[in-house]
């Protein structure tokens, strides 16, 4: 058995390495500008939203699709993709994964519909699904134990530095080029990410690798959270009560239920449920799950309440996101530093705590709160976030068994990714429902002519995004009106969602008190010297 083919079992110290190829820091070099490309682009487009929804008439829905479909396409596959590393290499699919990310990013600046921009999220959500366990994997193949966990922590800031400077760029971008540039950029640094694998990269190969898929379970997952998300979608249209919402919920939980019982049967699961026996590894899924929700769900919602309620141009609105970047860029290594002394729990569950006090903040934000208490805002939910981040690969893979390693990685993102996923749906329900009940009061109450009950439902969808619905050749007394009435009824909405945000991010630190540091964290097999 050659070095590379005992990534997984925790042999002694191997023979240090020479040349470039297999270099430990030329490798998170590589896999770095990989995940960056990937964490960048789940939120570097929600700042150009409200640019493709007018650019391709989009509806609230095709805006949410267009987030959803790449967070669920990643999500789900994310595990598959671990396996699929284990059983090929980490180094094939992590070029398989970055190429296609970069080909899925230039087919969609060129797409000119909606459905065709969400079809190329999905194979571009596929393909990051691939970056991401077997980055995780190769670290784990290049490191030796005791610089594994310092790699780990990089590695985090990586992808929270990604996170949070996505409004920056896409800012910028959209102001200064157009929404496309958004997708365009993945090209050069997909095609860099590319040559740095063909310089650099070796080709570590588990000595346990799976010899078969658990296709079965993939359909029941995939088909579960297609039906979840499909009915919190379209929630607004066909109400909760509806005989297709109903129908869509009961489908998802009968494919979950399935998915269980087949994992428990099946000879390779998708998921060993084994794993959920460890308490802190559980606690610390559900907590990355309530955390994305928490942030993802309500930074959807805070770049229309900035461009289209404030008036402020793209790269205005990112900049106003600053404070919640540098918080995740400073707050990041510090939490490392706290993590390591103290251990995971008390940095956690005070991560949440901010997290929560900063949505129940935002949810008083009103049409005409100034910047610096939005600021403060922002900064205190970056502080928040940052312990989360850097703390999931302490609690989740390092309380997984070494030979789950790979797949405890892909089980951490993939719970981010669906936590985002669905606070986008659930909180654009919120949104929705709200404005919905809102609206046609406050609209007779500002002695606005009667509206017919269709066009009043057209009327609050294009609230729903902030927008005010003025019909043309409006005089521009009643045009006043119409516009404050609706950015009144759209940050009321908003508050709602940012009040369920909170209080799911102190859910969150409640879990958090269930972490604790990884008991395998140490077992990391041997790599190269340093």
């Not at 205190?380 to 390092?398: E, K, M, N, R």
């Not at 540091?517 to 790599?527: K, S």
Request: aromatic share 8%.
């Amino acid at each position: 058995m050659t070095p590379e083919s005992t990534v997984a079992d925790a042999t002694p110290e191997l023979a240090p390495r020479k040349g470039l190829r297999g270099h430990p820091w030329l490798t998170l070099l590589t896999v770095a500008i990989g995940v960056m490309m990937v964490a960048l682009d789940g939120t570097i487009v929600a700042i150009a939203n409200p640019a493709i929804q007018k650019d391709l008439g989009a509806s609230l829905a095709d805006v949410q699709w267009i987030t959803n479909a790449y967070l669920l396409a990643l999500a789900v596959v994310l595990i598959t993709a671990g396996k699929l590393g284990d059983r090929f290499g980490y180094r094939l699919v992590f070029l398989i994964g970055t190429t296609g990310f970069a080909a899925s990013s230039g087919l969609i600046a060129l797409s000119g519909q909606v459905s065709v921009v969400i079809g190329f999220r999905v194979l571009q959500g596929l393909c990051g699904a691939l970056l991401m366990p077997s980055a995780l994997g190769l670290l784990r193949a290049t490191f030796p134990a005791e610089k594994l966990n310092m790699a780990l922590g990089l590695w985090s800031m990586v992808i929270g530095a990604s996170t949070a400077g996505g409004p920056i760029i896409g800012g910028l971008l959209v102001e200064h080029v157009n929404w496309q540039s958004v997708f365009y950029i993945n090209v050069p640094v997909g095609a860099l990410a590319v040559v740095l694998s063909l310089l650099f990269l070796k080709d570590p190969r588990s000595s346990n690798a799976p010899r078969s898929f658990d296709l079965l379970g993939i359909v029941l997952l995939s088909g579960g959270m297609f039906c979840l998300i499909w009915a919190l979608i379209k929630v607004p249209d066909w109400h909760w009560g509806s005989p297709r919402t109903l129908g869509f919920l009961g489908a998802a939980l009968l494919c979950f239920v399935a998915f269980v019982l087949w994992q428990i049967r099946v000879r390779e699961p998708l998921l060993p449920l084994r794993l959920f026996r460890s308490v802190p590894l559980s606690a610390g899924t559900v907590l990355m799950v309530l955390m994305a929700f928490a942030f993802m769900g309500g930074i959807f919602y805070v770049t229309f309440y900035l461009q289209n309620v404030h008036g402020m141009s793209p790269v205005n609105a990112g900049l106003h996101l600053l404070p919640l970047t540098c918080m995740m860029i400073v707050g990041s290594p510090l939490a490392g530093v706290a993590i390591t002394r103290f251990g995971p729990r008390i940095p956690l569950v005070l991560g949440m705590a901010c997290t929560a006090a900063a949505c129940f903040g935002m949810s008083t934000l009103t049409t005409d709160t100034g910047t610096p208490l939005v600021s403060l805002w922002f900064a205190l939910f970056g502080l928040g976030l940052a312990p989360v981040l850097v703390g999931a690969t302490d609690v989740i893979v390092g309380n997984a068994p070494l030979e789950h390693a790979g797949l405890a990685g892909g089980l951490q993102q993939g719970a981010m990714q669906v936590g985002g996923s669905l606070g986008t749906a659930v909180l654009g329900a919120v949104v929705a429902s709200r404005v919905s009940h809102l609206l046609p009061g406050r609209w007779a109450a500002a002695g606005l002519p009667p509206l017919p009950p269709e066009t009043m439902d057209k009327g609050a969808k294009v609230t729903e995004l902030g927008v005010a619905p003025i019909p043309p050749h409006t005089p521009p007394q009643v045009a006043d009106k119409i516009t404050d009435v609706a950015h009144h009824t759209f940050v009321s909405a908003m508050s709602t969602s940012f009040f369920v945000a909170g209080w799911v991010a102190v859910g969150a630190a409640l879990v958090a008190l269930l972490t604790k540091r990884g008991a395998h964290a140490g077992a990391a097999p041997g790599g190269a010297h340093l």
